[in-house]
């Protein structure tokens, strides 16, 4: 359960990535010497761009989340100037770092990875939560070598559909882009990219121009590498599939007709869920509070002292 954080039991360390509303950094709590990811928030950005109610959303998904390939929030604050997510800190870096580092995963590794994605994605839409983020860049590599998933800014509980134009252009599901009311459904069109990613290298519809990528993508046009994985090229089909009727994820049995996909016909999902699969893939990490899978940024600001919350009106933590 995430609890109140107070900037002054922490000890801030250097910054693990930045982003349009302020930065990650690595924090050590100084009375127990555990390391956690702080993320802090600008609030006059966010108020400039009228970005409270994702702000405020992604505070309450956090809050009432709990899977083991979700990063989950450690603790809570805020300042006259920012506000402060205190996160479980996972040192492995991201996935886009590793997978740019390899060129690209064979079928056995990619398969693993998106046998988590899809847990992920099942146990959000269970909570009617639908994440509209997936990329390489928002999986983190635990120490294990396992997933989890982070930045659930874009996130939002949706009864029904909606309507907001957002997402990264290459992994863009058709029905954003057409802006005629989106659900769940988008997830799986990303899975479909990722798996695509994972195994060539390149999203399947990259080019230097969005405009192109959003014309690719709404023609659902790409053409697979020679010796792209039988198996895995058939369920790639059935995601990147613009006829929503037909898109595997959102048929009668949702998750289950991908988990019960030939490309997954070994996968004993328990033991992937439990963690009891040793991954191809675990991260060499020296010390507890390891950063060496970062990238190095300047810091360009530095925190300021935490005040009491309490009677600040811009978010209320207990909503």
């Not at 996130?155 to 997402?167: N, S």
């Amino acid at each position: 359960m995430a609890q109140a954080l107070k900037l002054e039991d922490l000890e801030i360390m250097r910054t693990l990535g930045t982003g349009a509303f302020g930065r990650v950094k690595i924090a050590r709590v100084k009375a127990t010497g555990e390391f956690i990811a702080l993320k802090s928030l600008k609030k006059q950005h966010i108020i400039r761009t009228k970005q409270v109610d994702h702000v405020a959303s992604e505070h309450h998904i956090l809050r009432i989340t709990n899977h083991p390939f979700l990063v989950n929030m450690k603790g809570f604050c805020q300042d006259p100037s920012y506000l402060y997510f205190g996160m479980e800190f996972v040192p492995g870096g991201d996935l886009f770092t590793y997978l740019r580092k390899v060129g690209k995963f064979d079928s056995t590794q990619a398969m693993l990875f998106a046998g988590q994605i899809t847990l992920m994605f099942e146990y959000l839409h269970s909570m009617n939560i639908i994440y509209r983020d997936l990329k390489p860049e928002n999986l983190l590599i635990s120490a294990d070598g396992y997933l989890k998933l982070t930045d659930f800014g874009f996130a939002k509980i949706v009864e029904e559909r909606t309507y907001t134009l957002c997402g990264t252009p290459e992994y863009i599901a058709p029905e954003v882009l057409l802006n005629k009311g989106h659900y769940k459904p988008v997830d799986w069109w990303t899975l479909g990219v990722i798996i695509y990613e994972m195994l060539a290298g390149i999203d399947p519809f990259n080019d230097d121009d969005p405009m192109l990528i959003y014309q690719k993508i709404l023609k659902c046009k790409y053409q697979f590498p020679r010796n792209f994985d039988a198996h895995a090229k058939s369920l790639v089909k059935h995601l990147l599939v613009i006829d929503l009727s037909k898109r595997y994820g959102n048929l009668k049995k949702k998750a289950e007709d991908i988990k019960r996909h030939r490309w997954f016909k070994n996968l004993d999902w328990n033991e992937l869920v439990n963690k009891n699969i040793k991954m191809p893939y675990v991260p060499f990490l020296p010390s507890a509070g390891d950063t060496s899978h970062f990238v190095d940024y300047p810091d360009s600001y530095s925190n300021a002292p935490a005040l009491n919350s309490a009677h600040d009106p811009f978010i209320n933590w207990n909503s």
